[in-house]
């Protein structure tokens, strides 16, 4: 069973040669494992060169228990995906 938080959020959109970024900072909450936040009414024509910072409304959606377990658990397995490492035989003729 899940419930759902009406909130505001700081929201700060760029698309530049500098930097790619969307980030939404809700307020007064913590967010946890398997929790879903939807923002309302953020700009979506955000051109080459701009940039957006404001407020806006959002909705969390909170996960329940099992998601929440489940969402820590596959993340576990998620996470050894960033470690990819390879080996390369050494060269011993020079």
Known sequence: MSRTVELTCDIDIEQSFD???AHAIPHGVEIG???VIIVHGVPTDIGVGGS??????????????????????S???????LFEVGFQPIDQKG
């Open 19 to 21: 930097s790619l970024h």
């Open 52 to 73: 957006y910072t404001g407020q806006c409304r959002a909705t969390l959606i909170r996960a329940g228990f099992l998601r929440r377990v489940w969402t820590q658990f």
């Open 33 to 35: 494992p398997g929790d």
């Open 75 to 81: 993340a576990i397995f998620e996470l050894t995906e």
